[in-house]
């Protein structure tokens, strides 16, 4: 007997949370819905806002560009910037933008503009550095490390170097991307 009443009492117990569990997920999805309502309202203000405020941003003789690249298969991000061509002159974003069709405009501003890409690539700034007949050698990598030239020959000796940098240099000292090989090309000066 008592057996029974404590086990309807804990079937009733646990009907009773999941009531309380139903409506609490219940609730919250509401509560999800009404949040997600609001930032769709909000989003669509700030598009208006942007698109109102760029019409009236235009390229200046001196604006930069600024590129920056993500190669998806070594991962590396590679930066160059240039001077605006003197045809990009007064043009404003959304004109600028067809000009750009593969770039993300991360900043758009007059003296300044931000452009961004992912690359299905590697970013060919792969480097071995080696000892060739006195000097260093670069020699450029493909994706898998793999030597396939000479890049260009260096006008640094290797004589003068620490027995640790030439048995590094015999062995190939892997350098990657232009802003790397150039304070490791210092270094050995
Ligand atoms: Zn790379």
Known sequence: MLGFITGTYFYKLHYLNKTIASNTSVANQTSIVTNTQADNALD??????????ASGIKISPDCKLNFKTLYMVCGHTIETSEKVSSELVNLDEDTFKVRYPDWQVQNFSSGEIDLYKEVDDYCRQHYMLMDSDGYIGIYDLDKD???????????????????????????????????????TLEDFQ
Not at 44 to 53: E, K, L, P
């Open 44 to 53: 669509a203000g700030d598009v208006t806002f942007i698109s109102a405020n």
């Open 145 to 183: 490390d793999k030597v396939v030239g000479l890049n260009r020959m260096t006008d640094i000796p290797t004589e003068y170097l620490t027995e640790t940098d030439l048995l590094n240099l015999q062995q190939g000292i892997k350098v990657c991307t232009d802003a790397n090989l150039n304070r």
